[in-house]
């Protein structure tokens, strides 16, 4: 088991998982996941979530290796995703007498996903609602649509302490030697990404209280310099670029466009963009490539016309970015076609569809392969980038 010290009294029991290879079916984990579950002891004994079905044994492990022949009292559930659900029928059964608090939607997913008898077990909770264990107190906040309809936090009163479900998570198990906000980022861009006012609204409601510690149902627990990743979360759901800088997405199909958009990159650089990224969007991890478009303020997409429009995987990308509510950017465009150049309008008219992204009116249309013009051409949109 992990030996994370959160307090005297609140002990965490998750695991982590170094054998998936997609989560949630489509996102890679190099480094894994973790799957958090907490317990928080008095006098009577509150387990926080639970994890996914595959872990399962593993985890009840954890639980009884610290309460012995004690059972909890009840298990808060927060999430009914199966990553931290999965282990519910699990639990009721091997904990009988433990009561399950959740709110209403709560446990009609649970109906959907477990044929189990809970109606005597249940104890159902709104906004504000309090649950005392002894000297500490859990205080539920709903959080709808972070990212389910159901997701709720809890916010441990004595402590301080915020359980915030799948808020302030991130992909890579806990033993994972690797910068946090990166995996963060990639995570709650392409999880949570479309649901920003959403987490504008939960972020107003923690501004009320003090918090000390942050409990994720993924990755580590934050105790220190938490004004640090508030204020991500803020920049993230309020669409705000995090920084400045340039990503050069490309879709080429014989090497042409990718060299118009490695051509452009590096002339970014040499007028002094000193955040530039370049991702190959038929290879890179598409995933990583939403996370960067976010991340930066501008964003070039270099792009070969296919059957008349948008090549498949820009096409796909830029159906990602209209998804998670892509706003509030710079973009340039670079086409290519042998005989009916049609890319830059046909992703003209998908970026138009989106809040406040300025296209700029200047298209580079390679015809085929790059040539001299083509060169002077990419430093002209180079500098209206810049100057942009």
Request: a negative charge; charged letters at 25%.
């Amino acid at each position: 088991m992990n030996k994370i010290e959160i307090s005297e009294n609140i002990l965490y029991v998750g695991v982590n998982d170094r054998d998936i290879d997609l989560f949630e079916g489509q996102y890679v984990v190099p480094e894994g996941v973790s799957y958090n579950s907490y317990l928080i002891m008095d006098e009577k004994i509150a387990l926080m979530d639970t994890v996914d079905a595959r872990k399962s044994e593993e985890w009840l492990a954890n639980i009884k290796v610290i309460l012995g022949t004690r059972q909890p009292d009840y298990l808060v559930v927060s999430h009914m995703e199966p990553d931290h659900a999965g282990s519910i029928a699990a639990a009721t059964e091997t904990f009988p007498d433990m009561q399950l608090v959740g709110n209403a939607k709560t446990f009609a997913f649970m109906g959907q996903f477990f044929d189990m008898d809970i109606e005597n077990r249940k104890k159902v909770v709104s906004e504000g609602d309090e649950l005392s264990l002894g000297s500490h107190n859990l205080k539920f906040v709903m959080a709808p649509m972070v990212h389910w309809p159901e997701v709720m936090m809890s916010y441990e009163s004595s402590e301080k302490i915020l359980f915030s479900a799948d808020g302030f998570g991130k992909f890579g198990a806990l033993d994972a030697d690797e910068d946090w906000a990166c995996e963060a980022r990639r995570y709650y861009f392409n999880i949570v990404g479309k649901y920003g006012a959403q987490v504008q609204t939960v972020l107003k409601k923690l501004s009320e209280v003090e918090v000390n510690a942050i409990c994720p149902l993924h990755g580590p627990v934050l105790k220190e310099n938490l004004d640090y990743y508030l204020g991500l979360y803020d920049t993230w759901s309020s669409y705000r670029p995090e920084d400045e800088g340039v990503l050069v997405a490309y879709a080429s199909i014989y090497g042409n466009t990718a060299g118009a958009a490695k051509e452009i990159a590096d002339m970014l650089k040499e007028k002094g963009v000193k955040k530039v990224a370049v991702t190959d969007l038929a290879r890179d991890d598409m995933a990583e490539a939403i996370e960067d478009a976010f991340r930066y303020d501008k964003m070039v997409l270099a792009c070969s016309t296919y059957d008349g429009g948008i090549f498949p995987c820009m096409e796909d990308f830029l159906s990602h970015l209209k998804g998670k509510n892509y706003q509030k950017r710079t973009v340039a465009l670079i086409e290519n076609g042998t005989w009916a150049p049609m890319a830059g309008k046909k992703m003209r008219e998908v970026l138009e569809g989106m809040k406040e992204v300025k296209v700029l009116e200047n298209v580079v249309t390679i015809r085929s392969a790059v040539k001299e013009e083509t060169i002077a051409a990419l430093n002209a949109l180079a500098d209206e980038i810049v100057n942009s």
